[in-house]
């Protein structure tokens, strides 16, 4: 797994980076308008041989890869460049594709700086009027009739209406001027289809580096602008939206990551990912540049400020080619009922997701030891919830050094780098088996590593790694609920020993744990973020107690009370008073690297195998558009997660800075496993509500296993304003 920005690619995106923040001021986007293109602008483009890119190298082009055009093209969107370049891009690479004397000159033509060429984005039919970006100032348009590729010189400048964003759309007419045939052959419409997928991604680029300074826009104003005594930005009405947006922002550029590499592997998800990203792409933008004019609040809507221009090019560049909900439609198509669809070369790409293939030898060594190991009749391995463990797994697993395969080997792991590991995490998905106490143990385990005593390492770490004792959370308080800051679990020094009294509340697993990682206040006079202290409290002390609580979904958690209950100063982690740190870096571990995704597509399978039976209209249900939106829908939204939960995990085993990225991904897959859950169970109902562990009977489980995603591991809100903080440099939010 590599989530870098490639080397090469590094100094590509700092000259366009540059390159745009130089040239594209907000002085030039406005004096482009109203057609919204710079001629100036356009020759330094050329210049600089962007719209040139893609060509390969013999003829004259850079040969690069549809990566690095993204990233030319996020930097565009950043400063709005008034300039037609994706459409350039598109065209120009077309017509290397197609190959030729005629292409050859067009070519040519266009490293003039004068000569600019546009593409038409949807089929042409002689005298039927299209719009099409670039067309306002374009010397000519590419079309594709269905048959053939052509060049066409319009007669007469095409009409330039006054439009929402600029964009230099015109409206452009085939037929009426001369008409140069490039190709006739069977290649065309493959040449054209793959063309208009690639300016769907660039695009989508586009919209993404639009809604990124849409938001550091705003966030900047809000950090800025006082009222009632302290920055907007402090207030959670205002920096939530926007930590949402920028959420949806980096889901979107990992979704497209996601699909260049997809691409590049063959997936056979690409085509349609690329239908559901252009929507996710155009969606964020809407709604990230809304958010941030209304941070801005009237002075947003003055043509003094900046924002406004954001704001109309974010939903004018999306719409170009239509409806972007008509993109889910199509993804669906390609996804479920094997629509065809031709894809783009992307070249190079160096970014992997992927955990080592299905030849790792250590996961290949888990494998061949766990399948055996599962009961086919054991109904609830795959449940979410701490009934579904199994001691003979566990045990056989951690004595074989597998349960926490990247701890050293002296501490009973196998001492596996971070891609190793995440393929050794894949398996336990793969076979179907959720081992919540292996992960709670696991947490606890890598906090004893980081900051426990020698003496309570030598205790604790091999018991864990060889499956012979868990450990359990003990953070949430019942008077203070997510707010675990606020414990009121006292811990009371005494020489050596601690003396702990308090209750917490939805302790599960307690009933298998031999300890508990217990957050207690330490020193209460100092503030509640500063007077805690976490402990590793072994569960079998005199004064301890557990009592069973059973939820609806299925599943036990407990109350656990501690009534004078003393502990040796060995069982403390860190520093006294030190207890948010070690909380801090506890949370981390579970809110990165989450695996909702696994079930939002067990319950897309289900659904959609319903929906292929299930007969409405005289047509099975199926082949319905909006059944197909909405399962592209939620098919999107795992595939963000998915890539959201990859960039957590990568960030905490690479030792990345803290973005909060694991809060990050946290907020996006819990939302969506919760939304799309509900969304599936309405989609197939009634049938829907019946309970059961397979078929229909997932998405019923799903639904209420989502409930409770949102607060366990820090609740969304907390974690939105922790989001709105390190992401966007938004001022603190919370007391």
């Known amino acids: ?87 350039t891009i598109t065209a120009l690479r077309i017509l290397g594709e197609v190959g030729g004397d005629l292409a050859r000159e067009w070519i040519a033509k266009v490293r003039d700086g004068e000569t600019l060429l546009t593409l038409a984005l949807r089929p042409v039919e002689p005298g039927k009027p299209q719009f099409v970006p670039g067309a306002a100032v374009a010397t000519a348009v590419l079309t594709f009739d269905g048959t053939e590729l052509a060049i066409e010189v319009p007669a007469a400048k095409p009409e330039a209406p006054n439009t929402l964003g600029g964009s230099a759309v015109g409206i452009f007419t085939p037929g009426a001027g001369q008409r140069h045939i490039l190709s006739g052959n069977a290649d065309a419409a493959t040449i054209w289809q793959a063309g208009i997928e690639e300016w769907k991604l660039l695009t989508s680029a586009a919209l993404i580096g639009l809604s990124r300074e849409a938001l550091r826009l705003a966030s900047e104003y809000a950090c800025e602008r006082v009222a009632f005594g302290q920055p907007i930005g402090s207030y959670q009405g205002i920096g939530h ?23 590049h592997d063959r997936k056979s998800d690409a085509g349609a990912s690329i239908s559901m990203l252009f929507w996710w792409a155009s969606r964020t933008a809407t709604n990230a540049v809304a958010h941030a004019i209304h941070t801005f609040g009237g002075y947003g809507l003055s043509n003094e400020y900046d924002i406004q221009l954001y704001h109309r090019r974010a939903k004018s560049w999306g719409l170009a080619l239509g409806d972007p909900e008509a993109e889910l439609t199509l993804g669906g198509r390609r996804l479920f009922l094997g629509q065809d669809t031709c894809l783009p070369d992307v070249g190079t790409v160096e970014v992997d997701f992927e955990a080592p293939d299905q030849d790792d030898a250590l996961a290949a060594e888990m494998r061949t030891i766990m399948e055996p190991l599962l009961d086919p009749a054991r109904e609830n391995f795959g449940e979410q919830n701490f009934e579904a463990h199994d001691w003979t797994v566990h045990r056989t697993m951690g004595q074989a050094g597998l349960l926490f395969p990247d701890w050293p080997e002296h501490w009973g792991g196998r001492g596996a780098n971070a891609d190793t590991t995440r393929a050794c995490s894949a398996v336990w998905q793969e076979v179907g088996y959720a081992g919540l106490a292996r992960g709670v143990t696991g947490m606890a385990g890598v ?17 864990f790694a060889r499956g012979e004792v868990t450990s359990c959370l003990g953070f949430t308080e019942p008077s203070g609920g997510s707010d675990v800051f606020a414990a009121k679990t006292r811990a009371v020094r005494d020489g050596e020993e601690w003396i702990v009294n308090g209750q917490k509340m939805f302790t599960s697993g307690a009933e298998l744990s031999s300890y508990v990682l217990l957050l207690a206040r330490t020193d209460p006079e100092a503030p509640k973020h500063k007077g805690l202290t976490l402990f590793l409290v072994p569960l079998d002390h005199p004064g301890i107690e557990i009592q069973p609580v059973h939820t609806f979904m299925d599943e036990r958690t407990n109350a656990t009370f501690y009534e004078d209950v003393r502990i040796p100063d060995r069982y403390r982690l860190g520093d006294v008073n030190g207890g948010v740190r070690m909380m801090a870096a506890a949370l981390s571990m579970e809110q990165g690297g989450s695996f909702y995704h696994y079930q939002l597509r067990d319950m897309i399978d289900a659904v959609a195998t319903w929906a292929r039976d299930e007969i409405r209209d005289g047509v099975p249900l199926i082949e319905h558009p909006a059944t197909l939106a909405r399962l592209a829908r939620v098919y999107a939204h795992a595939s963000i997660s998915e890539g959201m939960s990859a960039r957590a ?20 897959t819990t939302q969506a496993f919760i939304e799309d859950s509900a969304d599936l169970l309405d989609l197939a109902a009634p049938a829907s509500l019946v309970r059961g562990n397979s078929g229909l009977g997932l998405v ?13 591991g820090g609740t969304s809100e907390v974690l939105r304003s922790m989001v709105a903080e390190k992401r966007l440099g938004l001022p603190r939010s919370r007391a």
């Open 447 to 463: 906090l004893v590593q980081k900051a426990g005593t020698p003496e309570l390492q030598e205790e604790v770490l091999l018991p």
């Open 649 to 668: 995990l990568w960030s905490r085993l690479a030792q990345k800075p803290d973005q909060a990225q694991g809060p990050a991904s946290k907020v996006f």
């Open 241 to 263: 939206p926007l930590a949402v947006d920028v959420i949806d922002a980096d889901g979107a550029e990992m979704f497209l990551w996601w699909i260049l590499r997809g691409i």
């Open 1 to 87: 797994m590599n989530l870098n920005l490639p080397d090469d690619s590094k100094p590509l995106q700092d000259m366009f980076e540059r390159f745009f923040t130089d040239e594209a001021t907000m002085a030039r986007v406005r004096a482009a308008e109203p057609v919204g293109f710079d001629p100036v602008l356009w020759k330094d483009l050329v210049q600089l041989e962007a719209p040139f890119l893609r060509l390969s190298a013999d003829l004259g082009g850079g040969g690069l890869g549809l990566f690095d055009a993204c990233l030319l093209m996020a930097e565009a969107g950043r400063r709005i460049a008034p300039a037609p370049l994706a459409e």
């Open 700 to 712: 019923e489980k799903g639904y209420r296993h989502s409930t409770a995603t949102s607060i366990y």
